[in-house]
């Protein structure tokens, strides 16, 4: 185990240098991640007969690019970064991916921050082409997990979101070569990312009320991510806010719980049937 436990001490996170400009590994994950995700969605739009057009989907997922993006870098501005007060008095360098001269992209994002600008990208989008919104919010909850994989083990590979000092062989150090470290980076994979789709992917056929699986998904990746926190280093800069167990992320998660239960009971209240026609792909198989 203990070139594992040094995977750090020999791995570069950029991957290689296109024009002078360093291309880390995160932002392969990243854009790979992407690439899941609208596959998975092209693929379901295939094989469940769901009613959204295979070329509406490219560009709903460019606007809700843009949404996660702003959202995600917003948020952890506001609600994670020590600087906040510098970046509302200074907003033009939210994002700016340079630092002392030199190329560093845009560090400091937030899952929850993107959820938020993913929402009101997803309803601006749906609003001006007159789509229902819950079902494409219910393809996006299939589609996102298996992609959300790759998201974290961009983290893992860019040494960020660290674990907690451990004993276990598994561990890998992180800092320096004496403290052991969960890489709790990759239990979030697991949990938040294939849990979560093979779940939601089991049920689907079964849901026939639009919104379902979108708070399905909601509750789901909000139990994953408190569960997955218990292994994770809080943020420096916060600790944590109750005792010594209650992070900011399981705060949210906390509240993300909340509203996609009342969301669950809405959607089952408003009883309207998903725009799909369930097993027609299945049955070819």
């Known amino acids: 185990m203990n070139s594992w436990n040094q995977i750090y001490t020999h791995f570069d996170p950029v991957a290689f240098y296109l024009f002078g400009i360093g291309i880390h590994w995160y932002g392969i994950m990243y854009a790979l991640a992407l690439g899941t995700a609208l596959m998975v969605g092209k693929w379901l739009i295939k094989r469940d007969n769901i009613a959204i057009d295979k070329e509406a989907i490219g560009d709903f997922f460019l606007w809700v690019e843009i949404g996660v993006i702003l959202g995600a870098r917003l948020w ?34 937030s899952y929850h921050g993107a959820l938020v600008g993913f929402l009101v990208a997803a309803f601006l989008f749906t609003r001006r082409r007159k789509q229902p919104f819950f079902v494409y919010m219910d393809l996006v909850a299939l589609s996102v997990p298996l992609g959300y994989v790759f998201g974290r083990i961009g983290n893992f590979l860019n040494q960020e979101l660290v674990g907690k000092e451990t004993t276990v062989s598994w561990g890998i150090y992180v800092y320096d070569t ?10 979030e994979a697991f949990l938040e990312g294939v849990v979560v789709f093979v779940i939601l992917m089991a049920v689907r056929h079964r849901v026939k009320i639009a919104g379902i699986l979108t708070f399905m998904y909601g509750i789901l990746y909000a139990l994953a991510r408190f569960v997955a926190e218990f292994w994770r280093e809080p943020d420096v800069q916060l600790g944590y806010l109750y005792g010594d167990w209650l992070s900011m992320g399981q705060l949210q998660s906390l509240i993300m719980m909340a509203i996609a239960l009342a969301g669950l009971v809405y959607a089952y209240r408003r009883g309207e049937p998903r725009a799909t026609a369930i097993g027609r792909g299945r049955s070819r198989s």
């Open 76 to 109: 952890y501005v506001l609600f994670y970064d020590t600087h906040t007060a510098y970046y509302l008095s200074h907003p033009w360098q939210i994002f700016n991916p340079f630092m002392d001269g030199q190329f560093v992209g845009i560090r400091g994002m």
């Open 178 to 187: 004496v403290t052991l470290r969960h890489p709790s980076q990759l239990y």
